[in-house]
């Protein structure tokens, strides 16, 4: 037998050399992974907490290296320091009825103007007379700022082993960490572990399993909040249903839920066991609602500390943006509850950033439609007067500056400048086009989730009311923070403690264990045959029910995101056939195009597609399927609310990669080669002669593009193409009308329209003199469930298709 050389040797049997022993040599069959010598430096094998050690990693590159980690820490430190001392500074040592009452006074000695040495009392002195209360707020802040500081020292040395091993390890340098997207330092580190065996349970790691670990809790929360576990929803008086999901409480359910001293987790890989036993059910959930009821005490007693604290950091934070901006406070910003419940399972902090940012102005847009004209006219005549009364006060003062030393002058300004730019922000831009559609679309192509009741209503003030539970005032995201120390107590203790019982049932049903990785939140693993929504797949892609699958199609859009960002990650079998199921129905879809373009979902899809990011569109040249959007017109019969409506155009392809840097890049920046519009390319059906549109070249042939700038966003380009195809296939599924194109025995193009329980065949013959083909009703074959009469059947009308030079051959 040959001889192999691996990286593995014999155990000796003792530390010491054989004649260095009286004992005799014991022959050992013990095996031990030994590391090669040029990495003896830093030995990386047998890590035991790859949780933590792979997310240090993933943020050692995010946040650009050893030093800036190190940087950003301790000025959070000074940061905390200032802002106690200087609230404690101006509480005990400012004089301010010296401030107030006499800035300018008249003595004997005439007009005399207060020094700062006269409004402040002398540090020694103001030290020596604190007060008792501020001396507990002091002390409590000083024993949390030692914490704090244990753990920025702990987390220095742990960065600092991360830079060894960024350095030994996956040989890249300071200088080249910003070159790098965090797909190629993936590579790398999947590569080291072949080396080294930093998992020892298995021999390869794949992108899944560093994502899995890094994402274990995060893909925990998308699940409950996906599946509405959590109670964040409440009915308010007077304010109807509202959202509220703050700082506090989201870090309140993190500790009570995952890696708290009470969490259901042993350690950060593995679920407790008794979680997994069904006859524990009760005892556990007592449990549960026994702990979350402590920890809802124990933040009611902290309450006024922590509220305090929310105060002055709020105020020093804000208060200088408010002053220079007042209308930052009605700009608006993604909720807590938003980030959940639109982010993918296994989708990383950069590539869910990526993902709203893109997102963000078409959002703004939709939400700035909907005024309401009596406000607007009140903001209006605000605007005219408080603006002409700041007016003069500006001209007064350009013309003698002596006027600024008039009693509340000053004041008087600021509030009016305040007042004018407030209201300014209520009153909507003087060109802005009524599109709620098309916004809402644009919404859905780069967050790629809406539910569907919105479809088709984004112009109610039902739909503007649900989408700003996800998209909300920065100043009610403030005022939020400010409450949550006093509310995050009761929502523990009278909310959250009673779904104790469908948490234990959550992580009993919704946990597997997976080797290498441990265990994880079975939605994580997307598995389509598990979680799959029937109204999302085919019915026999899944065999989920109502409790076990995934809600607005979670589950497919994040396998299918994960399958673009990781090109190279292997999924398995049932998560290939439901991706390729979606690119085999795209290409049978563009060939089917030339059919008929009306009712198609690719068609459909691709309009839209074109009308909301034209320069990606024709950069890539999938305009060869259908025609442009000059060609809409012609084609506006098919335009249902997923489709487009005239509205503002998006920028071209790449703009939205400018100022983040290559180090938050969704993916590889040559793009993946593996979706729906890669799929249609190399199909044939991107080229005239599949479709007999023409011919040309296009930018989809094996990573090489006509644009760099879309070379860098194809990921996202066809991430968001895909949402939009997705989502139309599931619109057309829910209404029950499913299509199918096929040849029959004889070579005769078919269309069958299955709908309602009833099955209609077209036959597609030849036209003759016209080079297209007829459509005309070829049989009905009836189901069961509902018959359709012969009036109904009889105004089903002939359809007349294009030319048809690519037969379809497979049913979609």
Not at 399 to 409: H, S
């Amino acid at each position: 037998m040959s001889e192999f050389t691996t990286s593995y040797q014999p155990l000796p049997a003792s530390g010491y050399e054989e004649d260095e022993v009286d004992t005799p040599h014991m022959e050992t069959d013990v095996l031990i992974h030994v590391v090669p010598e040029e990495s003896s430096k830093s030995r990386w094998n047998h890590i035991e907490n790859l949780d933590e050690f792979f997310a240090r990693v993933y943020q050692y590159h995010q946040r650009n290296g050893f030093f800036c980690m190190v940087l950003e820490d301790v000025l959070q430190l000074l940061q905390f320091v200032f802002v106690i001392l200087f609230s404690s500074y101006l509480i005990e040592c400012v004089k301010y009825d010296v401030v107030f009452d006499e800035i300018y006074r008249n003595n004997t000695h005439g007009h005399h103007k207060v020094t700062i040495a006269e409004s402040v009392i002398p540090l020694d002195q103001c030290v020596s007379s604190v007060r008792p209360f501020v001396a507990i707020c002091l002390l409590v802040a000083a024993v949390f700022w030692v914490l704090r500081l244990i753990k920025v020292v702990y987390n220095v040395l742990k960065y600092w082993e991360i830079r060894a091993f960024y350095l030994t390890a996956l040989k890249i340098s300071a200088d080249e960490l910003p070159n790098l997207t965090w797909h190629e330092v993936q590579k790398r580190v999947v590569e080291v572990q072949q080396e080294q065996q930093m998992c020892i349970h298995k021999k390869e790691l794949t992108e899944l399993d560093i994502y899995n670990r890094i994402l274990r809790f995060k893909n925990y929360q998308v699940a409950m909040v996906n599946k509405s576990l959590l109670p964040l929803k409440y009915r308010i008086p007077f304010v109807g249903d509202y959202v509220f999901l703050s700082t506090g409480l989201k870090y309140n359910m993190e500790m009570i839920l995952f890696w708290g001293p009470w969490a259901p987790f042993e350690n950060y890989w593995h679920l407790k066991q008794d979680f997994k036993n069904y006859h524990k059910r009760k005892e556990l959930a007592d449990y549960v609602s026994q702990r979350i009821l402590w920890l809802g005490l124990a933040n009611l007693i902290l309450s006024p500390l922590i509220f305090l604290w929310q105060i002055l950091y709020s105020f020093f934070r804000y208060a200088e943006i408010i002053k220079r901006q007042p209308g930052s406070l009605g700009a608006r910003r993604w909720s807590l509850y938003g980030r959940l419940y639109l982010r993918h399972f296994n989708e990383l902090d950069h590539e869910f950033e990526a993902r709203l940012n893109r997102g963000y102005k078409p959002a703004e847009e939709y939400m700035n439609i909907f005024t309401s004209p009596v406000l607007v006219i009140l903001a209006k005549n605000v605007v005219f007067f408080a603006g002409a009364v700041l007016a003069v006060l500006i001209i007064l003062t350009l013309i003698d500056e002596d006027t600024l030393q008039v009693e509340n002058i000053l004041r008087m300004m600021t509030i009016l400048g305040a007042v004018v730019a407030v209201c300014r922000a209520v009153i909507p831009a003087e060109h802005m086009v009524f599109c709620p559609e098309f916004l809402m679309t644009h919404i859905l192509k780069e967050v790629h989730y809406i539910p569907d009741s919105w479809k088709g209503n984004a112009h109610t003030h039902k739909v503007r009311q649900e989408f700003a539970q996800l998209f909300q005032y920065k100043a009610l995201y403030l005022l939020e923070e400010l409450i949550s120390p006093l509310v995050t107590p009761l929502i523990l203790c009278f909310s959250i403690r009673h779904k104790a019982y469908d948490i234990v049932d959550f992580y009993r049903n919704f946990t597997v264990e997976v080797t290498g990785v441990g265990d994880v939140c079975s939605f994580a693993q997307m598995d389509i045959r598990k979680h799959g929504n029937p109204q999302w797949v085919k019915e026999e892609q899944t065999q989920a029910d109502l409790y076990h699958q995934a809600e607005d199609g979670k589950a497919e859009l994040s396998l299918m995101h994960f399958a673009l960002t990781n090109p190279e990650w292997k999924p398995p079998e049932n998560c290939s056939v439901f991706l390729n199921d979606i690119k085999d129905q795209a290409v049978n879809d563009a060939n089917a195009a030339v059919v008929a373009p009306g009712d198609n979902a690719l068609f459909t899809s691709l309009h839209t597609f074109s009308a909301l990011s034209p320069g990606v569109y024709n950069s890539i040249n999938i305009s060869s399927v259908v025609p442009g959007p000059s060609g809409m017109a012609s084609a506006h019969h098919s335009m249902r609310p997923l489709g487009t409506v005239p509205g503002p155009m998006s920028p071209p392809g790449g703009s939205h990669l400018r100022g983040a840097g290559v180090a938050h890049a969704e993916g590889p920046l040559q793009g993946s080669g593996k979706g729906i519009l890669a799929s249609l390319h190399s199909s044939g059906a991107l080229s005239g002669s599949a479709t007999g549109l023409g011919s040309g070249p296009t930018s989809l042939d094996t990573g090489h593009f006509l644009s760099s700038e879309v070379s860098q966003e194809l990921s996202s380009a066809e991430m968001s193409f895909s949402a939009l195809y997705i989502h139309e296939l599931h619109r057309r599924r829910r209404q029950g009308q499913h299509r199918l194109e096929y040849l029959d025995f004889d070579g005769h193009p078919h269309v069958e329209l299955q709908e309602l329980g009833t099955r209609l065949t077209f036959d597609l013959d030849p036209m003759p003199g016209h080079g297209g083909v007829r459509g005309r009703m070829s049989h009905i074959v009836e189901s069961p469930q509902e018959e359709k009469s012969e009036e109904e059947m009889s105004n089903e009308d002939a359809i007349t298709f294009v030319s048809f030079d690519e037969r379809v051959t497979k049913s979609t």
